[in-house]
Structures are given as structure tokens and as C-alpha cells.
């Protein structure tokens, strides 16, 4: 029945109503039908979709890494770093913003 929705085109927020369980539920047993090849992998086509949790499963699987955390970007860094990134913070923004605002910065100068 699943592998019929996911076929037709359905989300998995579709499927879940249609089923009457939760998205996380209809998700979990999309992901066992493509791990066990009932259904095709994820096509990456949809990868600029707005929900950013499936965006980021989704780039996790194209490139075979995890995503890690902010914590765990910290902890690859020299105390002499920590102190020097935490002091940069600007009031009212989290580490995280912080560490992307950096990112966002490489990304825009590698696109000019």
C-alpha cells in the first residue's frame, strides 16, 4: 500500500493521513522499504524542499556523511580557537548562526 502512494507521487506527510499515523511513523516504514530495495532510493531532485530536517537526511545520503553538531565542531577545535570563536559571538545570535553566518560567507565567495 505504501510503496503504491510513494509511487503515485505522494509525501510522506500524505501517506501518514491517508494511513492515520504519524509522519514519523510513515517515514520510518518508507525508509525500511527503500533500505530493503521495494522502493528506489530518494531522488535527489527534491533536494530544495522546503522542509530543512529532509533536505538534511537527504544530503546526509547523497554524501555518505554526518551531519555532526555545533558541539561537535567545538570539540575539533584548540582552547586557543574555542575562546577565540565564543568571544566573536555577537550578543542575542547562538554558535550555531555564528558558524553559519561562516559558511554562508565561503558560499557566497566560492559562487563569485
Same mark, same amino acid.
Given at each position: 500500500?505504501?510503496?503504491?502512494?510513494?509511487? /503515485? @507521487? =505522494?509525501? /510522506?506527510?500524505?501517506?501518514?493521513?491517508?494511513?492515520?499515523?504519524?509522519?514519523?511513523?510513515?517515514? +520510518?516504514?518508507?525508509?525500511?522499504?527503500?533500505?530493503? +530495495?521495494?522502493?528506489? !532510493?530518494? !531522488?535527489?531532485?527534491?533536494?530544495?524542499?522546503? #522542509? !530543512?530536517?529532509?533536505?538534511?537526511?537527504? =544530503?546526509?545520503?547523497?554524501?555518505?556523511?554526518? +551531519? +555532526?553538531?555545533?558541539? #561537535? %565542531?567545538?570539540?575539533?577545535?584548540?582552547?586557543?580557537?574555542?575562546?577565540?570563536?565564543?568571544?566573536?559571538? !555577537?550578543? @542575542? %545570535?547562538?554558535?550555531?548562526?555564528?558558524?553559519?553566518?561562516?559558511?554562508?560567507?565561503?558560499?557566497?565567495? #566560492?559562487?563569485?
Amino acid at each position: 500500500m505504501i510503496v503504491e502512494m510513494i509511487n /503515485s @507521487g =505522494m509525501s /510522506s506527510r500524505q501517506v501518514a493521513d491517508e494511513m492515520g499515523i504519524t509522519v514519523q511513523a510513515a517515514r +520510518g516504514r518508507i525508509r525500511r522499504l527503500r533500505e530493503n +530495495g521495494k522502493l528506489p !532510493p530518494v !531522488p535527489f531532485k527534491h533536494l530544495d524542499n522546503s #522542509d !530543512p530536517h529532509l533536505t538534511i537526511a537527504l =544530503m546526509r545520503a547523497k554524501y555518505g556523511t554526518n +551531519g +555532526g553538531s555545533i558541539r #561537535d %565542531m567545538i570539540a575539533a577545535l584548540t582552547i586557543a580557537e574555542v575562546r577565540w570563536f565564543w568571544s566573536q559571538i !555577537p550578543k @542575542g %545570535m547562538h554558535a550555531g548562526e555564528f558558524a553559519a553566518s561562516f559558511i554562508r560567507d565561503a558560499y557566497h565567495e #566560492d559562487q563569485t
